[in-house]
């Protein structure tokens, strides 16, 4: 069963404008982390931001912050007045942690590809 | 300058041929994973390790082997590559510590015919 959902295929904003892409997961672990990766057309992958489960506050990083509701089990990423850079692939990934099993995997969702237009 | 370096980056070859894609970090990182890339799909890890000596299956690791005798090093083996092997591979590396971000390598284009 997919534990990272992207349900944004696609996405456009205007340039200067803000855009949220949704994440959202799944996992039964009270230890986790959520991130971030942009990948542009070049292809390699770069970090964005980072969510831990027990933060309390909402992770922000420049332009980029994370939007994350526990209970709802979402982590959606704002970017604020986007740029013509910011078109990419946008991945949102988490990794689970179980220290008694050395259960340690990262899971990454189907990704959200970002236009911005002119 | 910190990176992953994965070798090489592009690569043909035919089923069956063993073959071995190398991934080096310089960051004393003891997490390093591999992990695949398809369209629709995201990326998908294979194998991963927490540490030298200790490797551990992702969701993919059917086909795949490998080994971390050293810190730095995590070599990704196909002992019998398969055209559904076809993809993009990326080995990154992080802080065992689960609230650190994964630094990647640049990829490796494997096709399989």
């Known amino acids: 069963a997919q534990k990272i959902t992207q349900t944004q295929p696609g996405m456009f904003v205007q340039e200067k404008e803000a855009v949220t892409l949704d994440c959202t997961y799944d996992t039964s672990d009270q230890s986790y982390g959520l991130f971030w990766y942009k990948q542009p057309s070049s292809g390699e992958m770069i970090f964005l931001i980072y969510q831990g489960s027990y933060d309390e506050q909402n992770a922000t990083e420049g332009r980029y912050s994370l939007n994350f509701q526990k209970a709802r089990k979402s982590a959606n990423l704002v970017i604020s007045a986007s740029q013509l850079g910011d078109s990419a692939m946008y991945f949102c990934a988490m990794r689970e942690n179980d220290m008694k099993t050395s259960y340690d995997k990262v899971i990454f969702g189907p990704g959200t590809s970002l236009s911005v237009i002119p | 300058e910190a990176q992953v370096t994965q070798n090489p980056r592009y690569l043909i070859t035919v089923t069956g041929k063993k073959l071995t894609v190398t991934c080096s970090q310089n960051?004393?990182?003891?997490?390093m994973s591999w992990y695949r890339q398809d369209p629709g799909l995201g990326l998908r890890q294979i194998y991963y390790?927490?540490?030298?000596?200790?490797?551990d299956k992702g969701d993919v690791p059917e086909g795949y082997k490998v080994s971390r005798k050293e810190k730095r090093n995590f070599p990704l083996i196909l002992e019998s590559p398969s055209p559904n092997q076809t993809s993009l591979y990326f080995c990154?590396?992080?802080?065992?510590?689960?609230?650190?971000?994964?630094?990647f390598g640049q990829g490796t284009r494997l096709t399989v015919v």
């Open positions: 960051m004393n990182h003891e997490y």
């Open positions: 990154a590396s992080s802080l065992v510590d689960s609230g650190t971000e994964a630094f």
């Open positions: 390790s927490m540490n030298v000596e200790v490797t």
